[in-house]
């Protein structure tokens, strides 16, 4: 991820009718603004229709999503294997509303690698894009591209959230309960093995927590418990969980853990890059590791 996108905080007699910026790298279109290959500052994002004000962004190495206040969705970027929710074509220079999803409310966006994940707001999952480790959750690997958004059928209560990693996904659900799928090859699915899962699995190492906030990681996931602890596990590659490697052939860690360095610390939010953590604290603090 080399590019960046901001929705003001702004009340309603001083919102914008596009309150987003973005900057960064634009190869793919990814930044939804005039070709360039990079903007070094950020710029208003003037290109989605008039009267759209922006609730939420999420973004994917070359694709963006911007979520609504009224619960719509817009794709632009990279769009080779369908995570910008449409067919055709290979990259989307301009913000496109998603048809599929326009007769949901749609509550919480996230992006991966090369995958979408969309929470409605009755707690559906639907997901869409590359799906060769199982990572859009529709019980199968290595099938071809999710091109349109689609239900994913499984077993979870009604969900809060969702977050993508690079080949991976993890969920919220409205009860404080994680579930995971895509690549589990370092652990970052938290299920105690490095097996993939295909379809939604429940995070029992976490069953005796309420988990309130999830960060999907290149190859390693983080979670904030309702009591302000900050667990992690997957890999452990330049301290990412914030625990050195074993040895060079450390495949990571496959069970969540709390991050020792954050003992005691009342942490309300969580994000995860390549192989970088960060931290929010209530008291306005940030730390970082990795």
């Not at 004000?53 to 190495?61: D, N, S």
């Not at 999952?125 to 999710?146: I, K």
């Not at 097996?195 to 429940?202: G, L, R």
């Not at 452990?236 to 709390?258: M, V």
Request: glycine share 12%; charged share 15%; aromatic share 6%.
């Amino acid at each position: 991820l080399v590019f960046s996108c901001l929705r003001a905080p702004m009340d309603d007699a001083q919102r914008a009718e596009a309150d987003a910026y973005v900057c960064g790298a634009n190869e793919s279109g990814q930044l939804a603004v005039p070709p360039a290959d990079a903007l070094l500052a950020p710029l208003s994002l003037s290109s989605l229709s008039a009267g759209v004000r922006v609730a939420q962004v999420a973004l994917g190495f070359c694709h963006s999503l911007w979520r609504s206040d009224e619960g719509q969705v817009y794709a632009a970027g990279d769009n080779a294997s369908g995570q910008c929710g449409v067919h055709q074509p290979d990259v989307l220079a301009a913000p496109l509303r998603l048809e599929a999803l326009a007769t949901k409310t749609v509550s919480w966006v996230a992006a991966g690698f090369s995958h979408s994940a969309v929470v409605t707001s009755d707690g559906a999952l639907l997901t869409f894009g590359s799906s060769d480790y199982g990572q859009c959750g529709h019980g199968e690997a290595g099938v071809l591209d999710v091109r349109r958004p689609r239900l994913v059928r499984a077993s979870t209560p009604p969900l809060a959230s969702a977050s993508c990693g690079a080949t991976h996904t993890l969920l919220l659900d409205r009860c404080g309960g994680v579930w995971s799928f895509g690549c589990g090859l370092h652990g970052e699915l938290g299920l105690g093995h490095f097996e993939s899962k295909t379809s939604p699995t429940s995070v029992t190492a976490l069953s005796s927590v309420v988990v309130v906030g999830l960060a999907a990681g290149e190859r390693h996931s983080l979670a904030i418990c309702v009591q302000g602890r900050v667990l992690a596990w997957g890999c452990r590659k330049h301290g990412a969980l914030g625990l050195p490697p074993l040895s060079p052939s450390d495949s990571g860690l496959a069970l969540p853990r709390p991050v020792p360095g954050l003992v005691g610390r009342l942490a309300v939010q969580v994000c995860a890059g390549s192989d970088w953590s960060c931290a929010l604290f209530d008291g306005g603090e940030v730390m970082h590791w990795g």
